[in-house]
């Protein structure tokens, strides 16, 4: 069985990070007293250390999970910073706990993926 998982939380984390960078962007503009060329490297390493942040927590987001006989491989959604490769496990090794809206799922006592809700249609 194969389960394509949607990039909501990427989604949801670009829409706020490009909201609120280009309100604090605004601002800084508006009320600084530097040199413009200052203002503009300001900027771009503020919204580059947000998208840094935004892939950070976006590491353990699922894309695609596949299971076969007695083995489930996980492929993730991100693939640029923080990038991870596929992996695939034993059912065996795999721990669940749900929560209020995901599923995390645990290799020991680390945590190894995320499923939310809003990633996953509900006949899957």
Do not use: W
Not at 53 to 67: A, D, G, P, Q, V
Not at 72 to 90: A, M, Q
Not at 91 to 114: H, N, S, Y
């Amino acid at each position: 069985m194969v389960i394509q998982f949607k990039a909501f939380f990427l989604t949801r984390m670009m829409t706020r990070l490009f909201v609120v960078s280009g309100i604090l962007v605004c601002l800084f503009f508006l009320l600084s007293d530097l040199h413009m060329s200052y203002k503009y490297f300001l900027s771009m390493v503020a919204v580059f250390c947000g998208m840094l942040y935004m892939f950070y927590l976006n590491r353990n987001e699922l894309s695609l999970m596949k299971t076969e006989e007695g083995e489930v491989k996980f492929s993730f959604v991100n693939n640029s910073f923080f990038r991870r490769k596929d992996v695939t496990l034993p059912k065996k090794e795999i721990r669940c706990v749900q929560e209020a809206k995901m599923i995390k799922l645990f290799i020991g006592e680390k945590l190894f993926a995320i499923i939310r809700q809003e990633s996953v249609e509900a006949e899957e």
